[in-house]
């Protein structure tokens, strides 16, 4: 079966840095997402990497090892308006995302 | 904005009753998704449409039908209603940018089944 897993909750201080992991066992591989979902709120794309390595985008940055099946979400200088849901997401070989069940993300002051 | 409406945002109904929910974009986006979200579980895709009456299942598609008839409109119909079905249900349309493609999500539709 296809699996992504990622811890249910994390939390961290206004200012820090926190690293979201997420593993993955997908039938395929044809590239990595996250998300950043606030309560109530829609999906919103933040991130996609394909290739192994970094991805800076501003403030976050996406890591991926195609081979040991491994992303992480890194996010710096945290604000309050970070607190949300981060969903990693994995394009399976029939080209459907496979989605993990989130993380929620709790900042603390 | 990838302009995607749901509507209704918010509905009640009763267990045995028809709904109908619909997707609405207007960028011309060829392929459009239904998912639904449960607490602890992560997005799961019910249908997908990759064109006018071209339609095909996911992976929880039972109790559920679809249909385009239109590019701009994609519905989701429960053809009856169970508890089952409460969700948060989002439309996706999928956009290509730099070399690949992504999902942009609508506001969705919280539906609650008495």
């Known amino acids: 079966g296809q699996n992504i897993d990622q811890p249910t909750e994390m939390t961290a201080t206004e200012g820090a840095i926190v690293q979201i992991n997420c593993t993955y066992q997908?039938?395929?591989?044809?590239?990595l997402f996250w998300y950043q979902q606030h309560a109530g709120e829609a999906p919103t794309f933040l991130s996609y990497n394909v290739l192994d390595g970094l991805e800076e985008k501003g403030r976050f940055s996406s890591f991926l090892s195609r081979s040991k099946g491994y992303s992480y979400l890194l996010l710096k200088e945290l604000q309050m308006k970070d607190s949300a849901s981060y969903l990693c997401a994995v394009r399976d070989s029939n080209y459907q995302l496979i989605w993990g069940a989130g993380t929620k993300l709790i900042i603390k002051p | 904005d990838a302009g995607i409406t749901q509507s209704p945002r918010h509905k009640v109904t009763e267990t045995g009753t028809p709904v109908t929910l619909r997707c609405h974009q207007t960028e011309n986006h060829r392929y459009m998704y239904w998912y639904r979200q449960d607490p602890g579980h992560g997005l799961r895709l019910i249908h997908y449409s990759y064109g006018v009456k071209d339609t095909d299942k996911g992976e929880v598609s039972d109790g559920y039908s679809v249909s385009r008839s239109k590019t701009e409109d994609f519905l989701l119909t429960l053809e009856s209603a169970t508890s089952s079905q409460t969700s948060v249900y989002f439309c996706?349309?999928?956009?290509?940018?730099?070399?690949?493609?992504?999902?942009?999500f609508g506001p969705g539709t919280r539906l609650l089944v008495l």
């Open positions: 997908t039938s395929g591989f044809n590239g």
């Open positions: 996706a349309i999928s956009e290509s940018e730099g070399g690949h493609e992504t999902q942009y």
